[in-house]
């Protein structure tokens, strides 16, 4: 019996999880920081790019038999997933009885454990390459501030931690993004990344 095999070749989906990335965490930061006010055009970038490009890019990198990629992807378009809704029920529309009912401790409970996820696969980051790493401690420190801030510790500075946190976020999700682009368009390192730290793996 012959036996062919057919191997599939699909592009690095981490440009697109990027993008989508840098995209919900600018327009949320403009929130944060009094720039515009409200969640209502928040919601569409948080349900589109945040989630659904994230997911896209998870999905993907689990072909590619990227494990701490799929997860990363994977559990961040959760979470915007998670905070578009939370917005819908704070803003009513699944009815008043929700929004009556809202405990925003839950929430700050939500943030701690992503905190917790952040903390080790920050962890991770070390060894992808430099800019990844920055991103993830930035999320660190968002994840910080949104836990602090919502269990009404120190709230002002907190709040501003997550704030600031979240623009540099998108900064370094932007040019990570263009490196991945461009990088694997031009065949070279035109934009640098940064090589990984080499502490875990050799």
């Known amino acids: 019996m012959n036996e062919n095999k057919v191997k599939i070749v699909t592009a690095d989906p981490s440009a697109l999880g990027l993008f989508g990335l840098a995209i919900i965490t600018l327009v949320a930061s403009s929130q944060k920081l009094g720039l515009t006010s409200g969640v209502s055009f928040v919601i569409p970038w948080a349900i589109f790019l945040g989630a659904s ?7 993907h990198d689990f ?11 994977g559990a ?3 979470f915007w997933y998670s905070v578009g809704f939370a917005w819908l029920i704070q803003n009513g529309v699944f009815g008043p009885t929700l929004a009556a009912a809202i405990d925003p401790k839950q929430l700050a409970f939500a943030y701690l454990g ?7 696969m920050t ?33 002002h500075v907190t709040h501003n931690i997550a704030a600031y946190s979240e623009l540099l976020i998108a900064v370094f999700s932007f040019y990570g993004c263009g490196a ?23």
């Not at 490009?53 to 998870?58: C, F, G, V």
């Not at 990088?183 to 640098?192: A, E, R, S």
């Open 63 to 73: 072909k590619h038999n990227n494990t701490f990629g799929a997860t990363a992807f």
């Open 180 to 202: 991945s682009v461009l990088n694997t368009h031009f065949g070279k390192t035109f934009l640098p990344v940064g090589k990984p730290f080499g502490i875990f793996k050799k």
């Open 53 to 59: 490009a994230q997911l896209m890019a998870s999905i």
């Open 114 to 120: 992503y905190l917790i996820f952040t903390i080790f």
């Open 123 to 155: 962890i991770g980051a070390m060894e992808t390459h430099k800019v990844l790493f920055i991103i993830f401690v930035l999320i660190d420190f968002l994840f910080l501030g949104l836990t602090l801030s919502t269990f009404g510790i120190a709230e």
């Open 76 to 78: 961040y378009a959760f």
